[in-house]
């Protein structure tokens, strides 16, 4: 049974940082390249980050580009994304999610690519 397990989320201010996690099981996680999206409230899903499964290449929303990043651990089945200089409009339900090698090449920033998710952590940030 695949189990994707985002932590990290929380309450801050606008201007802070938070350090997302997403720790995968019961997949072969180098096999998978993976994306984190994000929900408003009354608002889709929407494409933030997606990193390869090897770490080589990334791909970055414009409205998160020069303040997010994302890295993985294979050895440790784990992806990360670092969020800086957090903003109001970032306040969301982050999701993770893993998408094969070859969709992952004609779709890394389409939600109906990934086969798998997460249950989603709270991020709220306060003006």
């Known amino acids: 049974q695949v ?5 990290g989320g929380g309450l801050v201010q606008a201007g802070s940082s938070l350090r997302l996690s ?11 390249s993976m994306g ?3 929900q ?3 608002k889709e899903r ?5 990193i390869n499964w090897n770490g080589g290449s990334t791909y970055y929303a414009d409205s998160v580009k020069g303040r997010f990043t994302i890295s993985r651990d294979n ?3 784990t992806v ?5 200089s ?6 969301a339900v982050y999701y993770c999610a893993a998408i094969t090698r070859a969709s992952w090449n004609v779709g890394w920033g389409r939600v109906d690519r990934y086969d798998y998710w997460g249950q989603g952590t709270q991020v709220t940030v306060s003006s």
């Open 22 to 32: 997403c720790a995968a099981s019961g997949l072969a996680f180098s096999s998978y």
């Open 36 to 38: 984190w999206f994000r």
């Open 3 to 7: 189990q994707l397990v985002e932590s």
């Open 40 to 42: 408003a409230p009354g």
């Open 80 to 84: 990360f994304l670092q969020m800086n």
């Open 75 to 77: 050895a440790k089945s």
């Open 46 to 50: 929407e494409f933030v980050v997606t």
């Open 86 to 91: 957090l903003k109001p409009e970032d306040t």
